[in-house]
């Protein structure tokens, strides 16, 4: 808009507003429906990547479902820089 469209609105008499409005739908907030995005499955392997189930300090724990058999197994998941913090803590995990 251009300032002199700008000013145009400020002289709208009453009946011009209210043609606006009718223009322009206003609802309350309450009214929309949010819905959260839908994850792409993740594939790793043959094992189908699931939901989580636990998180820890230095890591989590999800659900993974075997594609072969159809098994449901349990998933930690630790970062190697997390690892590191912690003494023989590589070491440990390889054990």
Known sequence: M??????H???????????????IHRIDSTEVIYQPRRKRAKLIGKYLMGDLLGEGSYGKVKEMLDSDTLCRRAVKILKKKKLRRIPNGEANVKK
Do not use: H, P, R, V
């Not at 251009?2 to 000013?7: I, M, N």
């Not at 609105?9 to 223009?23: A, I, P, R, V």
């Open 9 to 23: 609105l400020d002289y709208l008499n009453e009946n011009e507003l209210m043609e606006m409005d009718t223009f």
């Open 2 to 7: 251009s300032a002199g469209e700008l000013q």
